[in-house]
């Protein structure tokens, strides 16, 4: 009989040459445990997704509850269900009045494109603006907006229209015009090393969109739920976009995304045509249920507010010889902290996933 190393890599498609194979047997707080009881202090958090840890109580039993009532049981958007109606209304009132209706999603990629259909919806224009370097995803669409053309060769053509701007670099903001249905936007941009905006570039997007008409879109994906101390990252820079893509840590674990804007932008959504957005599983009652349960812990608790203090102890005592810099913003908050360390000596030779080696075999990203 073969190994499950190698069924893993015989039956299982694979999306890199040199996976870990850690064969995993239980996760818990912040430990991962193989099937030799090996333990692994997890840096990686589900890659930004497990934003109380592995297992927690509180999403577990969530889930079961739900589970014990009813599981999937119509397409999105058709018949009424709690764990769907709370988690939007949770999420209306704990943000500004222009984000007030909630698309759910099964992934941060589909709320990118899903965002990227009610912009040009809205606007009736064609060009979407994204930075380079940036990155939204691997689907058709939001692989056309990547800031990465490696990652795009292989793949195109793609999606005509797709332009970009540099990230931090207001002179490039003259490209944002009244053909642009929208810009994407991370406010700090993860794929590419954790790059935080400087020079209140954030706000200057917001007012070169505004004076375009040009819908300004946020890629949350990364950022959201608590990780920069704030519930979305926006509200750190005091700049509201007009949609606001999440997924990842919004399910505490479980595959949940969404799209948020106005009801006015998201109603065009539903008439010429109807049905202009649909999906089977979006929004699915587990997964809003675990949804739920981490947005009422984190805002019933006072672990958003202990991340600019926790950040600045990570900064003060993770010194090492090896580390030339540390760079981005740290989210300390529920032990998941996001660090790119730079550093002349990394290699590409690095053990197990607690640490990634990124395509450049000078940086390293560890996110816990």
């Known amino acids: 009989m073969d190994e499950p190393k190698d069924i893993f890599k015989k039956h299982q498609a694979q999306t890199f040459p040199f996976p870990s194979c850690i064969e995993i047997e239980s996760a818990n707080g912040s430990y991962i445990t193989d099937v030799n009881g090996k333990q692994y202090l997890d840096f990686v958090a589900g890659v930004s997704a497990c934003t109380l840890g592995h297992s927690n109580r509180i999403i577990i039993d969530a889930v079961k509850e739900q589970l014990d009532k009813y599981t999937h049981v119509m397409v999105y958007g058709e018949y009424i269900q709690s ?77 005509p229209n797709c332009n970009q701007i540099i990230y931090n670099d207001v002179e490039s903001l003259v490209n944002i015009t009244k053909q642009t249905a929208a810009v994407v936007i991370e406010p700090i941009q993860g794929g590419t090393g954790f790059v935080t905006s400087k020079n209140k570039f954030l706000e200057k997007v917001r007012e070169r969109c505004t004076q375009t008409g040009t819908l300004l879109i946020f890629d949350e994906i990364q950022t959201c739920f608590g990780r920069l101390g704030t519930l979305l990252g926006f509200e750190k820079y005091n700049v509201t976009p007009d949609i606001v893509c999440i997924a990842k840590g919004m399910g505490g674990g479980m595959p949940i995304g ?86 002349p000596d990394a290699t590409n030779e690095l053990p197990n996933p607690i640490v990634r080696v990124d395509d450049s075999p000078r940086i390293a990203t560890v996110v816990t």
């Open 258 to 343: 969404a799209f948020i804007s106005s009801w006015e932008l998201m109603n065009l959504l539903t008439f010429e045509p109807t049905l202009g957005h649909i999906t089977t599983f979006g929004g699915h009652p587990v997964n809003c249920a675990a949804s739920l349960a981490t947005l009422q812990y984190l805002l019933a608790t006072d672990i958003m507010q202990q991340v600019d203090e926790k950040e600045q102890l990570f900064r003060t005592h993770l010194s090492h010889p090896k580390i030339a810099a540390i760079r981005g913003a740290i989210n300390a908050a529920i032990v998941r902290i996001t660090l790119a360390i730079f550093s």
């Open 83 to 159: 764990p769907q109606y709370k988690l939007a209304q949770l999420l209306a009132d704990n943000l500004p009045e222009n984000l007030s209706t909630t698309y759910f999603v099964n992934s941060g990629a589909e709320a990118i494109e899903g965002a990227m259909k009610l912009a040009k919806r809205a606007t009736g224009r064609s060009e979407i603006i994204s930075c380079k370097d940036s990155y939204h995803g691997s689907t058709q669409g939001a692989l056309s907006i990547m800031g990465n053309e490696e990652h795009k060769a292989k793949y195109r053509p793609l999606l």
